[in-house]
């Protein structure tokens, strides 16, 4: 089935909301001194993008602060379980978290769950990575090369997804809209059981961050690289396209 409008839309308009209150409230820690050890909530599975993030920075902030940093994984309902604890414990600093801003504005303004999101002190960015949109290579699978061949599909494309709260939705969402592409999700999946999908044709599609990591299919030729959501090519992988080469200048980033 082709996205509503609307959940486009609502999704557009948390991320300008979200946006806004972030630089508006940015947070300081320069007088702050922990006596004792900081966790910080990852709300996806050990090895993923986000997790591997936070335990850089976890390394970083220990030393910076002088007190244990650790990582604590809480899988499960798209990311949003590591919203969710975040709400309940006590505000003291001590309790952090990672948290998917694209997957959970579309959670809040979307579909009205809640915490609030605003409620939260901001400390900053974590990290900022592009994505690519990979399709499968399986034989007897529908194989997608370039954006102008899936906006002429004539049945729905299976996207891959970890669910409605993770990066790979939203960024689905945005795509199947602007290309003008019909778009089934199937969501369950854990970070790397998208590469697997992939590999097996389960999925013809999926989206995934743009690291040495996530290009192993494509590398051995059991997937196919169909663009990056930059202006211009990455320097590491030239030979991606983008879509703005391909006629979306929208899909720039």
């Not at 499968?136 to 102008?148: A, P, R, Y």
Request: glycine letters at 10%; hydrophobic letters at 45%.
């Amino acid at each position: 089935m082709r996205i509503p409008k609307s959940l486009f839309n609502a999704f557009l308009v948390a991320l300008v909301a979200l946006s806004l209150a972030l630089a508006a409230a940015p947070a300081s820690a320069a007088d702050w001194k922990p006596s004792k050890p900081i966790t910080i909530l990852v709300g996806f599975t050990v090895g993923g993008a986000m997790d591997t993030a936070a335990r850089l920075q976890g390394e970083v902030m220990s030393k910076l602060l002088g007190v244990p940093v650790l990582i604590r994984n809480v899988p499960g309902a798209g990311g949003r379980n590591s919203v969710t604890i975040l709400n309940r414990a006590k505000p003291d600093g001590y309790t952090m978290a990672a948290i998917n801003l694209p997957g959970q504005a579309v959670n809040q303004v979307a579909r009205g769950m809640r915490p609030d999101l605003r409620s939260f002190t901001w400390i900053g960015r974590q990290v900022s990575n592009p994505y690519f949109l990979q399709a499968t290579t399986k034989e007897g699978k529908d194989q997608w090369t370039n954006f102008k061949q899936m906006k002429t599909a004539k049945k729905p494309i299976k996207a891959g997804i970890t669910g409605t709260g993770g990066n790979t939705f939203p960024i689905s969402v945005i795509t199947a809209n602007l290309v003008g592409f019909p778009v089934e999700f199937i969501a369950g999946f854990k970070g790397p059981e998208l590469i697997t999908g992939i590999i097996r044709g389960d999925i013809t599609i999926t989206n995934l961050p743009l690291t040495k990591r996530w290009t192993t299919a494509v590398q051995s030729g059991e997937a196919k690289a169909v663009a990056v959501y930059l202006p211009e090519r990455h320097p590491k992988f030239p030979d991606i396209p983008t879509g703005v080469e391909q006629g979306f200048p929208a899909l720039d980033r």
